[in-house]
Nanobody
């Protein structure tokens, strides 16, 4: 059984940083691409970041490039999202998702398993 859980959200002041973690249960990340999505009230779900299977390349949504970074913590079997220089418009529920595709795009339909989201709120 594939289970994912995002954690680490909270309230942070604009310009600050947060680190989110996506924990795996029932599998390891070796054979999956892991992505981060977010959704704010009244807005469409937005792709944030992805780390691919195999080569473990990373790519990001335009709105977070240069500010966010995703990586694998092998010791903890988690995929982390380091968020820096946070802006109020980053406020959203953040989700992690897994795909059996090697290099999926940042589109929701390409991901098979989803974790429960974690709330990130950035104050001005």
């Amino acid at each position: 059984e594939v289970q994912l859980q995002a954690s680490g959200g909270g309230l942070v002041q604009a310009g600050g940083s947060l680190r989110l973690s996506c924990a795996a249960s029932g599998f390891t990340f070796d054979d999956y691409a892991i992505a981060w999505f977010r959704q704010a009230p009244g807005k469409e779900r937005e792709g944030v970041a992805c780390i691919t299977s195999g080569t473990r390349a990373t790519f990001y949504g335009d709105s977070v490039k240069g500010r966010f970074a995703t990586s694998i913590d092998n010791a903890k079997n988690t995929v982390d999202l380091e968020m820096n220089s946070l802006k109020p418009e980053d406020t959203a529920v953040y989700y992690c998702a897994a795909s059996s595709s090697r290099w999926p795009p940042l589109t929701s339909n390409d991901y098979d398993s989803w974790g429960r989201g974690t709330q990130v709120t950035v104050s001005s």
